[in-house]
């Protein structure tokens, strides 16, 4: 499955063994709003592979550069943003654990539970299977080959991830209990509570690692789950407003906007996945 700009880098619940994406030429487009979203994918590893130009990942604190020729690897479930201060192309695949099975029912998960969150490697000197993803087109073996390539590469790396400060055991707590909680009525101290710390803690340690607000955040974590909704359902725009945590549509239409550039119903319209419809049964 192979998507393009728009759709890159959501958090996702699919069960898809594999979501091909690919950022084409990143500057030269209007910046994907969920870009600067810290966000992680719960069930998919992440693998993205730089075709030309640099790429910024940033892991709470810590940026990492990832320059053309070079790949990444995110575990499922690690918090992440991406950012680029020029012209960038890049592939990432999102895959199951047990997209990989190869004569067994599952895949051995440990190779992938033992491994840093995060780690990157020099892709470019496999010069054929760099040059076959630079021309990826709706090839879900070629990711799977990609994938079995990045497995081989994962058995050399050490088996102990790095521990996480208290900051980062907080915010990441915190980001979970909106993750969780965003259709509801929630405030700042009900997230503080969700890490134990109190209000003006909270507002530091989003500042911290966010660069923003709670509040800020949750706002726009509820936006980019409409934004999902509107592409890939047929809801009501009136469901989704209320299933994604507003009350009232003319905030809801004007916080929208103000972040994607579009009402709901023009974004809907210009963004649409077309659905997947079964044919009908013969008799």
């Known amino acids: 499955m ?8 959501k958090s996702s619940t699919e069960k898809e063994p594999f979501q ?3 950022m084409k030429d990143w500057a030269s487009k209007r910046k994907n709003p969920n870009y600067h979203l ?11 592979i730089i075709l030309r130009g640099e790429l910024h990942c940033t892991l709470l604190k810590k940026s990492h550069t990832v320059s053309e020729g070079s790949a990444l690897f995110l575990s499922k479930g690690t918090y992440h ?3 680029t201060n020029g012209s960038c192309t890049y592939i990432t695949i999102l895959f199951l654990p047990q997209s990989l099975c190869f004569q067994c029912d599952q895949t051995d998960d440990l190779v992938f539970d033992q491994v840093p969150p995060f ?3 020099d892709f470019f000197i496999h010069r054929p299977l760099f040059t076959m993803l630079s021309r990826l087109d709706h090839a879900c073996y070629q990711a799977k080959l990609a994938v079995a390539f990045l497995f081989i590469q994962m058995l050399d790396y050490p088996t102990e991830a790095p521990a996480l400060s208290r900051h980062e055991y907080w915010f990441m707590a915190m980001v979970q209990y909106i993750e969780k909680n965003f259709m509801l009525e929630i405030n700042l101290n009900e997230i503080a509570a969700s890490a134990s710390i109190s209000p003006s ?10 660069h923003t607000t709670p509040y800020r955040y949750l706002i726009e974590f509820r936006l980019h789950c409409a934004q999902k909704l509107l592409t890939t359902s047929d809801l009501p725009i009136t469901e989704i407003m209320k299933r994604c945590g ?3 549509p003319s905030r809801f239409g004007q916080a929208f906007k103000s972040l994607y550039k579009k009402t709901p119903r023009a974004y809907r319209d210009a963004h649409r996945i077309p659905q997947k419809r079964s044919s009908p049964s013969s008799i």
């Open 81 to 83: 943003q991406f950012s």
């Open 246 to 248: 507003f009350n009232q």
């Open 38 to 48: 810290f966000h992680r994918h719960a069930d998919h590893h992440q693998f993205t």
């Open 2 to 9: 192979q998507k393009e700009d728009e759709t890159i880098n």
């Open 119 to 121: 780690f990157t490697f």
């Open 201 to 210: 803690t909270a507002l530091r340690c989003f500042n911290e690692f966010a």
């Open 20 to 22: 091909i994406y690919v």
